[in-house]
């Protein structure tokens, strides 16, 4: 009964291969979110979502795309990977209107 | 923008202490504000939360008390737990912005 899962939990791959992360939720949110936590532990919004619109942050890199099939699900696309890349990514939901956001446990992306 | 700015770390006390972790934060508007858990090798776990000046937020043991007038947000826990090691972030939501975070600060309890 987990309320955000994601997969994979970890994720190690070569420069320039393109991946993927998938995120759902089963709390009836409409609305996403992906962060980033980098090696120091610092986490920065990169996207929010739901039905209505994609609020991309300007100094994500264009090669990170996120996709939602449907309310429960956001993915996250990134093409041509970098060492720079390596991070910790969240996804989190919220109800629209709602401050509180959940997370889920995170995927760690190492790109060698 | 907005901003949250928490005390540096790593902490480290003793089991039974009294823990205090600094947080202000610069917002417009009337911010929500969240404490945040990570444990070693976990996902984010709100640990609890203030909607509006004055409130007081609580859950296992920790509490935050949201102060409009010095800006602050800051955690406290009265007696820490060795079980209470973990990364801890004070995070606001104004407006329509999602969460801002602060850098997180590290809490090591040593038995």
């Known amino acids: 009964d987990t309320a955000v899962s994601q997969t994979p939990k970890y994720l190690v791959t070569q420069m320039g291969n393109d991946k993927s992360i998938k995120c759902e939720q089963n709390l009836g949110h409409d609305t996403m979110y992906w962060y980033k936590q980098d090696s120091k532990k610092f986490l920065k919004i990169m996207f929010s979502?739901?039905?209505?619109?994609?609020?991309i942050n300007e100094t994500v890199p264009n090669r990170f795309s996120p996709k939602s099939p449907d309310k429960a699900h956001l993915n996250l696309h990134i093409n041509s990977l970098e060492l720079g890349d390596s991070a910790v990514y969240f996804c989190?939901?919220?109800?629209?209107?709602?401050?509180?956001?959940?997370f889920g446990p995170g995927t760690r992306l190492t790109v060698l | 923008g907005d901003s949250v700015t928490q005390m540096e770390g790593p902490v480290t006390l003793s089991e039974e202490a009294f823990l205090t972790i600094n947080c202000t934060y610069t917002?417009?508007?009337?911010?929500?504000l969240f404490w945040y858990v990570q444990y070693p090798g976990e996902g984010l776990q709100l640990l609890l939360k203030a909607t509006k000046a004055d409130d007081k937020g609580s859950n296992k043991g920790f509490e935050a008390t949201y102060r409009k007038e010095t800006t602050s947000f800051h955690l406290e826990k009265g007696s820490v737990q060795v079980s209470d090691s973990a990364v801890y972030f004070c995070a606001l939501y104004s407006g329509n912005t999602p969460l801002v975070f602060g850098k997180g600060t590290r809490l090591s309890v040593i038995a």
């Open positions: 979502y739901n039905n209505k619109e994609l609020i």
């Open positions: 989190a939901s919220s109800q629209e209107g709602q401050r509180t956001q959940y």
């Open positions: 917002a417009t508007g009337y911010p929500s």
